[in-house]
């Protein structure tokens, strides 16, 4: 086994420390991967603080994770050592359902195995990316374009794909009006994409005080819900919206954004279950959607396209030590717009 260093929750709520633990060694198929850097994740929040259920403690949290092979397996075909792989939010799929055959192992029938917060095959629990190393198999890593900052293409491996693959599901593109609801780490990327789409992206967020970074992100015009009159103005505008909010809200007054035919696409994910009337549908044949993350297939295609773009997240990277003070300020809004560990703090 590998002694691996790490940062945990060791219950739920509790700040997370230095926590050493074991991986396993180095299979056929497997590498090893020396992380540089790993993104933080609003639901890393919610794990760590069991606000979804099911949590398993201790807990080392992490699925946006950039790093340099160390080790590959005898059977290892796809990477060498010294290449830059990402590993983002699962790890193994049972390979053989419909879903995984399709390269949809997101959807995988018999479930996905989480980078962390999961049970692996052998019903040992899985740990993330706030830690030094991580051994994969290789067919659930991924190649890192070159040319992109590392440190910005770890939230690619969550907040990139998660609007990525709703927007290319649904073909959004030039000609269409896109509405992207809330402007953070999933927010910010949908602008991106969007914009590399071709599409034409209005940016809704509660207040003025995000308008600069929705211009600056490409962004080609703003709107803050909390004025009056902005839903009336905007009502039957947008082809597309996507919704990354991840609190409670009218969801029918946000429908309304849509034109005849129009899709609502949502990824973010509330605590709270979110009403919708059949009429804000109905009237004007408009569809809801829900997306989760995207299969390796897609992922590696996210990635490819943002490095031919060269799209990556904004970000600000922070010594592991910082971690628990990042949770709170990432619940009070005050980053722009992923917090980025240096992986290499672990070792001060």
């Known amino acids: 086994m590998l002694s691996t260093q790490g940062y945990a929750a060791q219950q739920a ?3 997370l420390g230095s926590f050493t633990f074991e991986r396993r060694e180095v299979g056929p198929k497997d590498v090893l991967v ?3 850097y790993c993104g933080v994740c609003h639901s890393d929040i919610h794990q760590a603080r069991d606000e979804w259920g099911g949590s398993i403690f201790p807990m080392v949290p992490g699925h946006e994770i950039v790093g340099t092979v160390e080790q590959v397996g005898a059977e290892v075909k796809k990477f060498k050592a010294g290449d830059s792989v990402g590993v983002g939010c699962f790890v193994d799929s049972c390979r053989t359902c419909s879903s995984c055959m399709k390269g949809l192992e997101q959807y995988c029938e018999t479930g996905m195995t ?3 917060n999961g049970m692996d095959k052998d019903s040992q629990p899985t740990y993330g990316g706030y830690s030094n190393q991580i051994v994969v198999d290789q067919d659930y890593a991924l190649t890192i374009p070159k040319g992109l900052a590392l440190e910005g293409v770890a939230p690619l491996l969550c907040a990139g794909i998660t609007t990525y693959s709703p927007l290319r599901q649904w073909g ?3 000609g269409h009006s896109l ?3 809330g402007l953070g780490g999933l927010g910010h990327m949908a602008v991106k994409i969007g914009r590399a789409l071709g ?3 209005t940016v809704l967020s509660r207040s003025d005080s995000k308008r600069d970074d929705a211009k600056r992100l490409g962004a080609n015009d703003y709107a803050a819900t909390s004025q009056e009159g902005t839903f009336t103005r905007l009502a039957r505008t947008f082809d597309f919206v996507i ?3 991840s609190a409670p809200h009218d969801l029918n007054t ?6 005849t035919d129009g899709t609502y696409i949502l990824v973010g994910a509330s605590p709270e279950s979110l009403s919708v009337s059949g009429f804000s549908l109905i009237l004007r044949r408009r569809r809801l959607v829900g997306s989760l993350i995207g299969g390796i297939r897609e992922t590696q295609e996210m990635l490819d396209f943002c490095g031919e773009h060269g799209l990556t997240s904004d970000v600000e990277v922070i010594p592991i030590s910082q971690i628990n003070e990042a949770y709170e300020r990432v619940l009070k809004g005050d980053v722009r717009f992923r917090f980025v560990i240096d992986m290499a703090s672990l070792d001060h």
């Open 13 to 15: 709520g509790a700040a």
């Open 243 to 245: 919704d990354t909010i």
């Open 114 to 116: 989480f980078t962390y």
């Open 34 to 36: 020396r992380i540089t």
């Open 199 to 201: 599409a034409e992206v």
């Open 172 to 174: 959004v593109g030039k």
């Open 254 to 259: 946000h429908l309304e954004l849509l034109k």
């Open 179 to 181: 509405a992207v609801v």
